[in-house]
């Protein structure tokens, strides 16, 4: 059947592609494709009848266009790609050709800013509004973010962690705004699924990775501002399995001041990972004691399970701010024991 390529399928137009490459190139595809693919290509390959030169011209010339813009999205980022693939094919096509591509790679706005050093984007960005702080920083990975954070001015590290923490409760027409702001080129490419960036979850990986200092001036200051989303920050700022950060010699200290029945509950869903390092650091007695009286307990609840682990962590945290253990975060290179 002749096919027009206007009303040619994303499978139909890969099919094409296929037979025009001839089957030695075909096979080097196939390798990197998902079983389903290739018997969708497979069945359409054997479907297809005639193709006619010009559509074969058009598909390749797609699917050039297409490995382009990604070459250059690689290379330069989204805005650099547009500009590129505007001079060679105008402006409607290339805005058509990365719209194929932001929908398969959800390519994420601000992705120059990724690129840039964290010492040059403190400059460009520490007189921004917190907001387009916290924006910016929901974007980068938490090495860079927790850079810049420990970077700020006191003052405005909490502000920005509040932000960053509020931020998946933003509406598009918000963060639009702030993109507007930054005079980015993105905001048309950009798929709507940005608003969900940042949260809690952002704040705590960027907790995490910058010093104990910064972390604890803007826990104390969002315990007065927001002592609801401090809460919520802390509980997930230290999980329980992270026990597996701790040495011998700290996971010893806290199990002196835990409950045994604690520990049982706790360890009820624990990896055995977690198990393992605990158990090794009790008496063998207590070892044997504590495994009975988990297998005797029966089933237990999520939530007991949860309330325990938060108990041991909550005495980890106390140690850990009085000195007496140290939790060997990632970034340095103490060795995890």
Sequence with gaps: MAHNDNELSGVQKGAILLITLGPERSAT??????????????????????????????????????????????????????????????????????????????????????????????????????????????????????????????????????????????????????ERILETKLSSLVNQDYTVIGGVDSVVEILNTVDRSTEKHIMETLEIDEPELADEIRKKMFVFEDILLLDDRSIQRVLRDVDNGDLAVALKSANEEVQNAIFNNLSKRLAVMIKEDMEFMGPVRMKDVEEAQQKIVNVIRRLEDSAEIVISRGGGDEIVV
């Design 29 to 178: 595809i196939f390798k990197h494709l998902k079983e389903e693919e290739i018997e969708d290509l497979t069945l359409e390959i054997a479907n297809t009848r005639s193709v006619t030169p010009q559509v074969k011209e058009q598909v390749m010339e797609e699917f050039y266009q297409v490995c382009l813009a990604q070459q250059y999205i690689a290379e330069g980022g989204i805005g650099y790609a547009k500009e590129l693939l505007e001079k060679a094919l105008g402006e409607e096509q290339a805005m058509n050709v990365i719209g194929k591509l932001t929908a398969s790679l959800q390519v994420k706005p601000f992705e120059f800013v990724r690129k840039t050093e964290a010492s040059q984007l403190l400059n460009f960005i520490q007189d921004e509004h917190p907001q387009t702080i916290a924006l910016i920083l929901s974007y980068l990975s938490a090495s860079q973010a927790a850079m810049i954070v420990s970077a700020l001015p006191p003052d405005r590290q909490a502000d920005v962690a509040k932000r960053i923490a509020l931020m998946d409760r933003t509406s598009p027409d918000v963060v639009k705004e702030v």
